[in-house]
C-alpha cells in the first residue's frame, strides 16, 4: 500500500554432496556438532543462495492509503519519496538431521521422531537510498492504516539497521534469553519434543538449529555446535 517490493524470487535452494562442497559453494565454514543425539542418522549439505530484497517508498501510493484510511499523510521529509530501503541477505548453509530440508523449505510435513536443521548464515545488512531506514521506519509508522499496537512493537525493537525481529506465536511457544558458548541467544520452543528452535549470532555469522526437540536438546546440540 506504501510502496513497491522486488527481489527474492531468485533465491535458489542447492544440495551438495559433501560438507565441502557446501563450504566452497557458500563461503562458509560448515557448522559441526559433536553432542548428536543417540541414533541420529548421517547429515545432508544444502546452500541456500542470498540475495537482496528491497522497498521503494511511494507518496502516491502512500497518499492512496491514507485516504482509505480516512486520513491524510504527515508532510514528507525531505528525500522520502523514491527512497529505497534494500536487506542484502547472504547465503546460508544448511546442514540438516533426518529431514530433507528441500521438502520442509518448499512447505513439506514436519517429521516424525527427532530431526532437526542446522542453519548458519552472515548477518543480513540494510541499506537505504533518500532517508535513513530510522526516518522510513518512523514515517511509515506515522501513517493512517497502521494499527498504534503494531506501530509501538516495531518501534519498541530498536534500530531497524541493527535488529533481526524473530516473530514467535505466544500462543504456540515461548522465547527466552540463552548464552550459547559465550554468545547472547534467543531460545523458542517449551518441553514437549515438537519443536524448538535457538538463534544466536557471534563474529558476524547468524547461527540457527530447529526441529522436533526439547528446548534442553536444541541447547545441547547448539552448545556443542562449532
Given at each position: 500500500?506504501?510502496?513497491?517490493?522486488?527481489?527474492?524470487?531468485?533465491?535458489?535452494?542447492?544440495?551438495?554432496?559433501?560438507?565441502?562442497?557446501?563450504?566452497?559453494?557458500?563461503?562458509?565454514?560448515?557448522?559441526?556438532?559433536?553432542?548428536?543425539?543417540?541414533?541420529?542418522?548421517?547429515?545432508?549439505?544444502?546452500?541456500?543462495?542470498?540475495?537482496?530484497?528491497?522497498?521503494?517508498?511511494?507518496?502516491?501510493?502512500a497518499r492512496?492509503?491514507?485516504?482509505?484510511?480516512?486520513?491524510?499523510?504527515?508532510?514528507?521529509?525531505?528525500?522520502?519519496?523514491?527512497?529505497?530501503?534494500?536487506?542484502?541477505?547472504?547465503?546460508?548453509?544448511?546442514?540438516?538431521?533426518?529431514?530433507?530440508?528441500?521438502?520442509?523449505?518448499?512447505?513439506?510435513?514436519?517429521?516424525?521422531?527427532?530431526?532437526?536443521?542446522?542453519?548458519?548464515?552472515?548477518?543480513?545488512?540494510?541499506?537505504?537510498?533518500?532517508?535513513?531506514?530510522?526516518?522510513?521506519?518512523?514515517?511509515?509508522?506515522?501513517v493512517p492504516?497502521?494499527?498504534?499496537?503494531?506501530?509501538?512493537?516495531?518501534?519498541?525493537?530498536?534500530?531497524?539497521?541493527?535488529?533481526?525481529?524473530?516473530?514467535?506465536?505466544?500462543?504456540?511457544?515461548?522465547?527466552?534469553?540463552?548464552?550459547?558458548?559465550?554468545?547472547?541467544?534467543?531460545?523458542i520452543g517449551?518441553?514437549?519434543?515438537?519443536?524448538?528452535?535457538?538463534?544466536?549470532?557471534?563474529?558476524?555469522?547468524?547461527?540457527?538449529?530447529?526441529?522436533?526437540?526439547?528446548?534442553?536438546?536444541?541447547?545441547?546440540?547448539?552448545?556443542?555446535?562449532?
Amino acid at each position: 500500500s506504501y510502496g513497491t517490493g522486488g527481489g527474492g524470487s531468485a533465491i535458489a535452494f542447492t544440495p551438495e554432496p559433501d560438507a565441502a562442497a557446501a563450504a566452497a559453494a557458500s563461503g562458509l565454514a560448515v557448522p559441526t556438532v559433536a553432542d548428536l543425539p543417540a541414533g541420529t542418522p548421517a547429515p545432508k549439505y544444502a546452500v541456500v543462495s542470498g540475495g537482496v530484497v528491497t522497498f521503494t517508498f511511494s507518496a502516491d501510493l502512500a497518499r492512496a492509503a491514507a485516504a482509505r484510511a480516512g486520513g491524510h499523510l504527515p508532510a514528507l521529509p525531505a528525500g522520502l519519496d523514491g527512497s529505497t530501503l534494500s536487506v542484502s541477505i547472504a547465503p546460508a548453509v544448511v546442514v540438516s538431521y533426518g529431514i530433507d530440508p528441500a521438502t520442509l523449505l518448499q512447505g513439506g510435513g514436519v517429521p516424525s521422531g527427532e530431526a532437526f536443521v542446522v542453519v548458519a548464515s552472515r548477518t543480513p545488512t540494510v541499506s537505504s537510498t533518500g532517508v535513513t531506514a530510522r526516518q522510513l521506519e518512523d514515517y511509515l509508522l506515522s501513517v493512517p492504516g497502521i494499527p498504534p499496537g503494531v506501530a509501538s512493537e516495531i518501534q519498541a525493537l530498536g534500530d531497524p539497521a541493527q535488529t533481526i525481529p524473530v516473530p514467535i506465536p505466544v500462543d504456540l511457544a515461548t522465547g527466552s534469553t540463552v548464552t550459547i558458548n559465550g554468545a547472547r541467544g534467543l531460545l523458542i520452543g517449551d518441553s514437549t519434543g515438537l519443536g524448538s528452535a535457538v538463534v544466536w549470532q557471534h563474529n558476524g555469522i547468524v547461527d540457527a538449529i530447529a526441529g522436533t526437540l526439547t528446548s534442553n536438546q536444541v541447547l545441547s546440540i547448539a552448545r556443542s555446535t562449532r
